[in-house]
Each structure stands twice: as C-alpha cells, then as structure tokens.
C-alpha cells in the first residue's frame, strides 16, 4: 500500500523489516528493490532485485524504473549491463534500450562497432519489464 502510494521511505522501512523477518519471502525482496530502484539507488536495487531473480533481469528490471524515472543515463547504464551479462539475446533489455535511445534522441553510443557481437549474448526474460516507446 506504502508504495503504491508512493511512501517509499516508509515502504523501504517496512518491507526491510518483512526481509528480516522471512528472508525467504522473495516478493518482500523483489518489492524491496522496486522501492529501492524509485528512489534512485540503483545498485541496491539491483543487488536487492538479485537475490530472487536472475542477475540480467535484475539489471533490466532497474532500468526499466530508471527509464521511467526520467533518469536516461542510468537507465542506458543498467539496459546495456542487462545485455552484457545475458548468455543469450535479451529481446525486453534491447527494447528498453531502444525507448531510451529515443528519449534521448539517438544520442546515445553504448558499444563500439568492435562490440557488436554483443548483441547476439542477449537472452529476453518473460518477467522482465518492459517500456513501451510513448
């Protein structure tokens, strides 16, 4: 309720508090890491996220909310480590990769050409988010 209301410190308290409790409770951790992502603290968020998903989905996942929270760089920072680290194509992360590039104007240049074969060590996520290009 605290974050859909958009308590997030209070949400943090609270869901910290449920970690502790039930450290196996992997929705308190992932939603932990959401609340973590909306204020900004990305690499909590992501080590937070990681602990209940895997780590090219936690990346996503993060800079998804980045994306969403106006913050572009982060955002392409996060998408293009999602990408990185996936063994396979990561469809979600090219995608909100994309909308970034957009936001931005295409004024972004994650990879040289030397990396290109990075894009085929990509793997897409069913839970991942993903942006849509408004």
């Known amino acids: 309720s605290r974050y859909l209301l ?3 410190d209070q949400a ?3 869901l910290y508090t449920v970690t502790q409790l039930d450290p196996d409770y992997d929705r308190a951790w992932a939603n932990l890491a959401l609340v973590y992502a909306h204020k900004g603290w990305y690499a909590d968020a992501v080590d937070t996220l990681a602990k209940v998903a895997d780590e090219p989905a936690a990346f996503n996942d993060v800079g998804y909310i980045a994306l969403e929270r106006g913050d ?3 955002a392409a920072e996060l998408l293009a480590e999602a990408i990185r680290l996936s063994p396979v194509y990561f469809q ?3 995608k ?3 909308v970034v590039r957009a936001r931005m104007g295409g004024s972004i240049r994650l ?3 030397h990396d290109s074969e990075i894009n085929d060590l990509i ?3 069913s839970t991942s988010m993903v ?3 408004r």
């Open 12 to 14: 943090a308290r609270d």
């Open 123 to 125: 793997s897409s996520s």
């Open 111 to 113: 990879f040289d050409s």
């Open 96 to 98: 909100n990769l994309e």
């Open 131 to 133: 942006a849509d290009e």
């Open 6 to 8: 958009k308590d997030f």
């Open 92 to 94: 979600t992360a090219q």
């Open 72 to 74: 572009l760089e982060a």
